[in-house]
């Protein structure tokens, strides 16, 4: 089937509806979803690949907006009352104002809460606009130590305070780009401008100050001191803890370890040549024995071992995937030299 981007679906039909009930909360959507928005490309020469109100959203429950009083790029999540009182109670205890202060809390940072008043119990979740973790793709040894520590250290601070994510998988870790992109990006089409009307440029993450964040608490689960801390509940992406094969009560927290240690596999040691110095903590974290698992304090202390002596010379070296041909070898060794010269004699 062929979508005609000069109409709305249902989904985006939801968003133009609350148009002006999100304006008045200080939130401005893209052009497209004005109620009294028309194509701009029919009867032009202009294709619609080169007008930004062409681009339809990815997920239908989440779209970017203005935020007026700063003109930054916001990302709105519609929250189904399903998921509105765990999710919202869990994001407000993990960013109240005691707990932002850790330097390690990697949670979301969340903007706000708006009640949706045309759909009982379900709400708009504010955040900063973020990117994927991998994207752009991981350059240089260091990236993947200064990743690594975040996650962990954000890990371990969740735990801490009684939260089991649940479902810390990839694509619920994100990264705060500002710093990579001057000039941003489009929300949707991320490898372009927020016109799309050129590339979307940016540095390497060893030369911007990145933060990844957590996102997506809505099967995450709190515990008290001294509640016992065992679920059956079998839900989340991942899948391959032979716990929740079995489908067998749990311990939430081991969960966590090992879908971290399926991602750092998945994600790096599988795919780099160089990273021979994550696989201990990989195989502890994705021990078949949820009682062999690392707790998250055990796991940063054992990084933080591992850091320790990893040589600092290496910080700038290049990620060589596995695989790589000769040909490939030489071009990327290339290009990364030339980059790390470039990177030495801007001012």
């Known amino acids: 089937m062929v979508y005609d981007e000069t109409y709305r679906n249902t989904s985006e039909m939801r968003w133009s509806n609350s148009y002006f009930f999100l304006e008045v909360k200080g939130y401005v959507l893209r052009p497209r979803y004005h109620p009294d928005w028309t194509a701009s490309w029919p009867g032009t020469n202009r294709s619609k690949s080169q007008c930004e109100d062409s681009v339809i959203p990815n997920l239908p429950h989440i779209l970017d907006a203005t935020q007026r009083t700063t003109g930054r790029t916001v990302c709105i999540k519609w929250i189904r009352k399903a998921y509105t009182e765990n999710e919202r109670a869990i994001c407000e205890y993990l960013r109240s104002p005691q707990l932002s202060l850790d330097p390690t809390n990697h949670c979301v940072p969340i903007i706000e809460f708006i009640p949706d008043p045309s759909v009982d119990g379900a709400c708009y979740l504010v955040m900063p606009l973020l990117r994927l973790f991998n994207d752009p793709e991981f350059v240089v040894i260091g990236e993947v130590v200064e990743f690594i520590q975040q996650i962990l250290d954000g890990l371990h601070f969740m735990h801490k305070h009684g939260v089991a994510h649940r479902d810390c998988v990839g694509l619920n870790i994100m990264m705060d780009a500002t710093t990579m992109y001057p000039n941003g990006w489009h ?75 399926y991602l750092l596999d998945d994600n790096f040691y599988k795919i780099y040549a160089d990273l ?21 304090e055990e796991a940063l202390v054992a990084w933080n071992t591992i850091r ?40």
């Open 187 to 261: 929300p949707i089409r991320r490898s372009l401008s927020p016109d799309l009307t050129d590339a979307a440029h940016h540095c390497d993450r060893i030369d911007a100050n990145v933060k990844y964040f957590f996102i997506d608490f809505g099967i995450s689960a709190r515990f008290l001191p001294g509640q016992q801390r065992t679920i059956a509940d079998l839900r989340g992406r991942e899948q391959r803890p032979p716990e929740l094969v079995a489908g067998l009560p749990h311990d939430p927290f081991k969960i966590d370890m090992a879908i971290i240690g």
């Open 308 to 347: 320790h002596v990893i040589d600092q010379a290496k910080y700038h070296s290049r990620l060589r995937k596995h695989g790589e041909t000769l040909s490939e070898a030489l071009l990327n060794s290339s290009l990364h030299a030339f980059k790390g010269v470039r990177r030495l004699v801007a001012p």
């Open 276 to 296: 021979h110095f994550l696989s201990p903590l990989v195989n502890a974290l994705k021990a078949d024995d949820p009682a062999r698992r690392p707790t998250s």
